[in-house]
């Protein structure tokens, strides 16, 4: 499982009409830094958007945050946790990471033997 550096969000966040829903809501601004968050650890775990119930406290999250991203569409409530709404859409998954990332090495491979053949100059 290949874990991403980093992850995609949309530069209109800020206009989403579910972020703005959430934003209204008390408490949202919390439950967006958690959307975000959670965004990080689907990332670094490999988890295709799956966030396990057991996890939220580590992205600063508690129940009612989820709650709350839940109603405003952001997340799907899924039993032992919640699931990024439409993740695949947006962010690759593990499998397309864990690819990418093969390929990478692949070229670093390559070129650091080619460099190696040449004494090491670049």
């Known amino acids: 499982m290949a874990k991403l550096l980093w992850v995609r969000v ?10 703005l829903a959430l934003l209204s809501e008390r408490g949202g601004d919390h439950a967006l830094n958690v959307f975000i968050f959670g ?4 990332a670094e775990q490999g988890s295709d958007g799956f966030i396990p119930d057991i996890a939220l406290g580590t992205i600063h999250g508690k129940p009612r945050d989820a709650a709350l991203l839940v109603k405003a569409g952001m997340w799907d409530a899924l039993p032992g946790g ?3 709404h439409d993740y695949a859409e947006f962010q690759p998954s ?4 864990e690819k990418r990332s093969q ?4 070229l670093a491979a390559k070129r650091w033997s080619r460099d190696q053949l040449k004494g090491g100059s670049a």
């Open 10 to 19: 949309d530069s209109a966040l800020a206009r989403n009409h579910k972020v």
């Open 39 to 42: 965004l990080g650890y689907c």
């Open 82 to 84: 919640n699931q990024v």
């Open 94 to 97: 593990s499998e397309e990471a």
């Open 103 to 106: 390929r990478a090495r692949e």
